[in-house]
């Protein structure tokens, strides 16, 4: 879970991690990535498969809020961030 020394550079990061530590119950599971390139800041979240519910939310109010909120973040530090939930790993 451990992100190099790029936090500052990654607008987000660091309100999507306290967010989704108190969220999720499987905090072993959780691994963000944040990722910086020429098209802005990709925020890449995996949690467990029995998490992945509380993280969507119903109708997938959750998630769109954190979209919302890492956005406007984004916009603050004039750079474009976009969230992406990956599938918990099948094993």
Not at 55 to 80: D, F
């Amino acid at each position: 879970m451990m992100i190099p020394d790029t936090t500052a550079a990654t607008p987000g990061l660091d309100f999507l991690r306290y967010v989704l530590e108190a969220l999720v119950e499987d905090k072993d599971q959780l691994h963000i990535d944040g990722t910086v390139d020429e098209l802005g800041v990709l925020l890449t979240v995996r949690v467990s498969e029995r998490d992945m519910g509380k993280l969507i939310g119903k109708g997938g109010q959750t998630v769109k809020a954190l979209r919302t909120l890492v956005r406007i973040i984004g916009g603050n530090a004039n750079q474009r961030v976009n969230l992406k939930i990956l599938e918990p790993n099948a094993a």
